[in-house]
């Protein structure tokens, strides 16, 4: 019994990591439709504001509450200056934002040089659970993803914000003719994804290298889950998520990793052959 | 009968280069104008972007070191150093377009360069057809045997297997690899297992896993079910420190060997690799004069508090027998500089260096553990071993 602890929380974790890094895409290309290839890089600025933070004295949990501040501020910024341009062109907001994650890039490593960023996240050590030592912040990430998804659920389902979103992405004519304001809308749902991607940021840092480049590993895998479980929706995400991550993590103990990734991949092709609208679509 | 075609525009343009032509002979520069003794073109072809980023500045931060010493002291035979800085981006089409563009597009003498193994692979595949020369900075799993490229990093026999005979002898014999899914660590781990073999020693796993891997907690929770008495690990560039960060965090207490460590990985972070084992052919703490020379130079070029590692003093180390070769050869052209690269010594920062007949540099190997502040002290240290490619003599 105790040898299925490690396995199932290391599922758990993989499916925390991708549900963390998919959700503000699941605002942004799920809800809004703008295909965002700068997605990884407000990734990237989240866990680069965590190093800011602890250079200025601050610590992880203080980085924890700016991080979405700044991606949020950012995320804003950005909508008024370049997103709004593109609405309704898939083409322009492709190359758009795979030019803006290109220069996010360049401009972070220029500022903090090529080498991996040194931070200090909690809870270093492992603790006992059953019996079987397990990494005591994959707990904390575990149960902080899964506390940051039901927040985004209830906002989404029962706040005026989530309402006017949802009805000015269902019918933008109708919504402003209920005297919803879509263009306000819009720029506040690309900035909560955008907060939403630079807290995963935070919350990836004590796992992986902090690079200029941290957010590439993350962009493909982003879209494949708001695409498996279903663009549009907020559940789809949690769907999508569990499949692949709880697929992997169960395939990579018992084949090579490289083989479980490239399994995975095909069956989502299969997956979105005979529901082409993901798990659970809107 | 041909119409000539004078405009005014044209003969002002003429007028005015053959006057610059004869300011320039004027200043006593007249050895530029000539193509055959204009400047020599070197290639630095390296990941600058993605996975080896970090490696990728130091190595092409010696590079510019050695060209920049070399121009400030007559250059190679009295011909000024240029160079062209292209970006692989730890890809094989990268390394491909990339050195296709050096040889036949700028047209370079020599290219130099490269990290991540399978970038060796696909630069080669462009350079020893074509029959230019192309020179590896970074320690990697050998077995090449090409007359156009040398290599000055270590190979398996002057990493591996010393290593190896450390580690079974004082850690245990057996171990478990985890590594990235490439040339380098599944051929290493090929080295590895008949070296662990050869001293009774046994490897309980070998895993390997894509580029960007963000989970290695299935791996380390095999690694500690397997029980070995030291984890050996091959994560190439950024995926290495996410390897760390995670071992550390897993609890595990075996000994860490990785022959990817080096002062710069440790200096960017010293908690992860404290106490942590590697095998270099150059650590900053070597200590003679040329290594001293050879740091403060570095420092005051791109700042004293930036490590350097083996892979950045190989390059360096290349650039300087380039120069030798071409200047004993007395031409730039590729056949005469690669016989004569086989003659030529330098006092490197590492010591007194020169290649051996498989075209692969004799190095040094040195076992060192890293301590807290980022630094590696020398543990064992074998001196210089001749590089061995079985079956290899060109």
């Known amino acids: 019994m105790s040898a299925y602890i490690p396995y199932f929380l290391n599922s758990l974790t993989l499916i925390s990591i991708l549900l963390l890094v998919s959700m503000g895409m699941a605002i942004i290309f799920g809800l809004m439709n703008v295909v965002n290839l700068a997605h990884g890089e407000f990734i990237t600025i989240g866990a680069f504001t965590l190093v800011v933070v602890e250079r200025v004295g601050g610590n992880f949990w203080l980085a924890l509450i700016v991080a979405p501040v700044v991606g949020y501020i950012f ?10 341009r593109v609405y309704g062109n898939a083409l322009h907001a492709l190359l758009m934002t795979w ?30 659970i059953f019996g079987e030592n397990y990494p005591a912040y994959r707990l904390f990430l ?40 879509p263009a306000k809308i819009n720029a506040h749902a690309f900035a909560s994804g955008a907060a939403l991607a630079a807290l ?39 769907a999508g998520s569990v499949l692949i991550g709880g697929l992997e993590t169960f395939l990579s103990y018992q084949i090579p990793v490289t083989v479980a990734q490239a399994a995975v991949l095909i069956l989502a092709i299969v997956i979105l052959r005979f529901r082409p609208k993901g798990i659970l679509p809107a | 009968m041909t119409k000539l075609n004078l405009t005014r525009r044209e003969t002002i343009k003429k007028i005015g280069g053959g006057a610059a032509i004869l300011g320039a002979a004027a200043l006593g520069m007249p050895s530029i104008l000539s193509a055959a003794d204009g400047p020599i073109k070197l290639g630095f072809l390296s990941g600058l972007t993605g996975l080896e980023t970090i490696l990728g500045e130091t190595q092409l931060n010696c590079f510019k070191l050695a060209v920049s010493e070399i121009n400030g002291s007559n250059g190679i035979g009295g011909r000024q150093v240029e160079f062209i800085v292209e970006d692989d981006q730890t890809t094989t089409k990268g390394a491909i377009n990339k050195a296709r563009k050096l040889i036949n597009g700028d047209g370079v003498d020599a290219t130099i360069g490269l990290i991540a193994s399978l970038t060796h692979v696909a630069a080669r595949s462009v350079t020893t057809p074509a029959k230019k020369l192309l020179m590896y900075s970074t320690y990697y799993e050998g077995e090449v045997c090409e007359r156009y490229f040398k290599s000055t990093g270590q190979i398996p026999n002057q990493q591996i297997v010393p290593s190896v005979e450390w580690l079974t002898a004082n850690e245990g014999k057996s171990t478990y690899i985890i590594g990235s899914d490439y040339v380098w660590p599944r051929k290493s781990a090929d080295t590895i297992k008949a070296a662990m073999e050869a001293k009774g020693g046994k490897v309980l796993g070998a895993e390997f896993f894509p580029f960007g891997t963000q989970d290695f907690g299935p791996a380390l929770d095999r690694v500690k079910a397997a029980k070995p008495d030291f984890v050996w690990m091959m994560c190439a560039g950024n995926d290495l420190f996410t390897f760390l960060k995670q071992y550390k965090s897993f ?64 390059a360096y180390d290349a650039v300087y027998l380039y120069k030798l070769a071409v200047e004993k050869a007395g031409t730039t052209e590729t056949e005469a500089v690669i016989d004569a690269l086989g003659t030529v010594e330098f006092d490197a920062p590492q010591g007194h260096v020169s290649f051996a007949s498989n075209g692969v540099m004799r190095s040094n190997s040195i076992l060192a553990r890293a301590n807290a502040a980022g630094a590696w002290e020398t543990v064992e240290n074998y001196g210089q071993i001749d590089p061995i490619v079985t079956g290899c003599s060109l």
């Open chain 2, 251 to 314: 609890g595990l207490s075996q000994q860490l060997f990785s022959q990817g460590l080096d002062d710069v990985v440790s200096g960017a972070d010293p908690e992860l690799t404290v106490g942590a084992l590697s095998n270099q052919a150059y650590f900053m703490n070597i200590d003679n004069p040329q290594n001293v020379a050879f740091k403060k130079a570095y420092g005051d070029m791109f700042g004293a508090d930036k490590p350097i590692n083996a892979i950045g003093e190989a």
């Open chain 1, 75 to 84: 995320g804003l910024i950005l909508e008024r200056v370049l997103i709004r």
């Open chain 1, 200 to 238: 995963a940021g935070v919350l990836l840092a004590p796992l992986t290298a902090v690079t200029a480049y941290m957010g590439l590993n993350y962009l493909a895998r982003s879209f494949f889950v708001v695409l498996i479980g279903g663009a549009g929706s907020i559940s789809g995400v949690a």
């Open chain 1, 99 to 128: 030019g803006l994650s290109l220069i996010l890039q360049q401009v972070i490593q220029l500022i903090f040089t090529a080498n991996p960023q040194s931070i200090k996240g909690p809870f270093p050590g492992a603790i006992s």
């Open chain 1, 142 to 181: 575990i149960c902080f993803a899964l506390a940051v998804f039901v927040v985004t659920v209830l906002v989404f389902k029962k706040t005026k914000f989530g309402l006017d979103l949802r009805a000015s992405i269902q019918s933008p004519e109708m919504a402003s003719v209920m005297g919803v304001n």
